[in-house]
């Protein structure tokens, strides 16, 4: 009895050995599909929309995360109004592996077991995800208002020789209400 406790305990052995490798080859092979984004990047953007020119300065910087589990994006633009008020916006969102591919759920809150979780779309919390297909991030947002009606932003982030182009684009209950094209420079 006691000899086949050696084999068994030697295939345990293997295949925990087996499964370690294949979990650190998985997590290398995901953030490869990431790491082309990592960095620094910034640019202007002049939006000309329905008669009114604002200056937009444009910042992203991508990150892995600490444990190698995911990625981070944190963005900044400052809106530049006629008027000569500025106005920020800045959001900060970390990202981790759905299950599904190359689609990945926002981690923007923990729960009451400490895990990361997104927020909540049906309590008026942006519901946000991010997909990464070949050399293209696109970070996507659903906003549902009080009313019912939706919003989604779409934050479509290429590679480029000096950086990444930004498409952004916003639709209400489906009708594209703007789009803004920014060509953003590696600064880091």
């Known amino acids: ?58 910042a992203v910087t991508i990150k892995t ?24 916006k800045r959001l900060d969102v970390s990202f981790r592996s759905s299950g599904r591919g190359n689609v ?3 981690a923007m809150r923990h729960d009451m077991f400490g895990h990361d979780v ?3 779309p049906m309590k008026g919390e942006p519901y946000l995800w991010a997909t990464i297909d070949a050399d293209t991030l696109t970070v996507n947002a659903l906003i549902i208002a009080d009313d019912g009606r939706f919003e989604v932003q779409s934050y479509v982030r290429r590679l480029t020789a000096s950086g990444l182009h930004l498409m952004f684009f916003r639709s209400i209950d489906g009708t594209k209400t703007k789009t803004i094209e920014a060509d953003l420079n590696r600064v880091k």
Request: without cysteine; glycine residues 10%; aromatic residues 8%.
């Open 1 to 58: 009895m006691k000899k086949a406790a050696a084999p068994n305990a030697a295939r345990a052995l293997a295949l925990m050995l087996v499964l370690a490798v294949s979990t650190l080859a998985g997590q290398a092979a995901a953030s490869d599909l990431w790491s082309p984004f990592i960095g620094t990047f910034a640019g202007s953007t002049i939006e000309k929309g329905s008669g009114v020119v604002e200056k937009r300065d444009l």
């Open 65 to 88: 995360l600490d444990d190698g589990q995911g990625f981070n994006v944190d963005w900044q633009a400052l809106i530049y109004r006629p008027d000569g008020s500025i106005d920020e």
């Open 104 to 106: 990945y759920s926002a």
């Open 118 to 120: 997104p927020l909540d």
